[in-house]
């Protein structure tokens, strides 16, 4: 993803320990009732998903590991929900070579009208071009793209295991992060924002997770959260505090990331916001990012089990609340 990264001096001008709530390092406590009652999210699972991801390689499009990634994640997918659709597309870069990308679409109790949105990135930037010392190396991307599809994978499981009367579905997003190297950001959510799964297709609210499992993971209000969705942005930051995780879901500002919610909202007309790892209140104005964004770094050394249980425990919490709140 691009980061637009605008400080907030501004006026908007746009209106099983670590599986268990509450326990990780860093957690609030909170009064018991005020938790709702969710199945519990079981972060070693979550922990395999992303490891199985990154043991196909870098998901490169065009290459051995996309493809064996896909089908991968088609078969999981499969498995859990009620029905998969492979959006299937394809663009031209700026040298003339074409790639080829796929979207996954898996869908929860699909006559339910009251739907949530949940989504990430599965392909890996094409090199790492941070890295100074060698700009074209690949690497893993087991934070940026792995993490947010380790963690809804999970989630998948738990809903594949329970009925709710909501309606949930998830989209794991292609081509996210190929911008600035011959093609555009984010390719995949302006594919699926302009040509939906399902006709007359919208949801109640969204949210993006991308870069969700760091060791020490900040996740300020991204700015386009905050400027299309302050009402989503208030209502997920305050189920991670219910759950003791205030460490991680801080109240700081974040940068304006070109990320895949932004084309939800502005082409799909659906709210939906970004849980994403970045330094809040602009603490680093060279960059948004931590420091290994795009970056050899990226690998399974830096995932955290207790920051991918935090945002976990948050969002199936959130689906159950959601759910209580249906008659």
């Not at 809804?152 to 329970?162: C, F, G, P, Y």
């Amino acid at each position: 993803m691009k980061s637009n990264y605008i400080f907030f001096l501004l006026v908007f001008t746009l209106s099983n320990s670590c599986d268990q709530p509450g326990k990780s390092e860093g957690a609030d406590t909170v009064p018991e009732g005020s938790i709702v009652r969710a199945p519990t999210f079981n972060t070693d699972s979550a922990y395999s998903f992303i490891q199985q991801q990154v043991a196909f390689g870098p998901r490169i499009p065009n290459t051995p590991a996309h493809d064996l990634c896909a089908a991968y994640l088609n078969e999981k997918l499969s498995g859990y929900a009620d029905h998969v659709i492979i959006q299937e597309f394809d663009s031209k870069s700026q040298s003339g070579e074409f790639y080829q990308f796929k979207n996954i679409v898996a869908s929860f109790n699909p006559q339910a009208n009251r739907r949530i949105l949940l989504g990430a990135h599965w392909d890996t930037r094409l090199k790492a071009d941070k890295y100074t010392v060698d700009p074209n190396v690949q690497f893993d991307g087991a934070n940026d793209g792995a993490s947010g599809v380790g963690v809804l994978l999970e989630i998948a499981r738990l809903l594949s295991q329970d009925s709710l009367s909501i309606g949930v579905d998830m989209i794991l997003f292609d081509a996210e992060d190929q911008g600035g190297l011959g093609l555009e950001w984010c390719l995949g959510s302006k594919h699926w924002s302009n040509n939906k799964h399902q006709s007359g297709y919208s949801a109640y609210y969204g949210i993006l997770l991308d870069m969700v499992g760091a060791k020490n993971a900040t996740f300020p209000h991204e700015y386009y959260s905050k400027q299309f969705a302050p009402s989503i942005i208030e209502k997920v930051w305050e189920e991670g505090h219910r759950a003791g995780f205030s460490r991680y879901f801080v109240y700081g500002k974040g940068g304006a990331i070109e990320d895949d919610h932004y084309y939800v909202n502005l082409n799909a007309k659906i709210p939906m916001i970004n849980i994403i790892d970045m330094v809040p209140d602009g603490a680093d104005r060279n960059d948004a990012f931590k420091s290994y964004h795009h970056r050899p770094s990226d690998n399974m050394d830096i995932i955290s089990r207790e920051t991918v249980n935090a945002v976990g425990t948050t969002v199936i919490n959130l689906l159950y609340r959601e759910n209580s709140l249906v008659f």
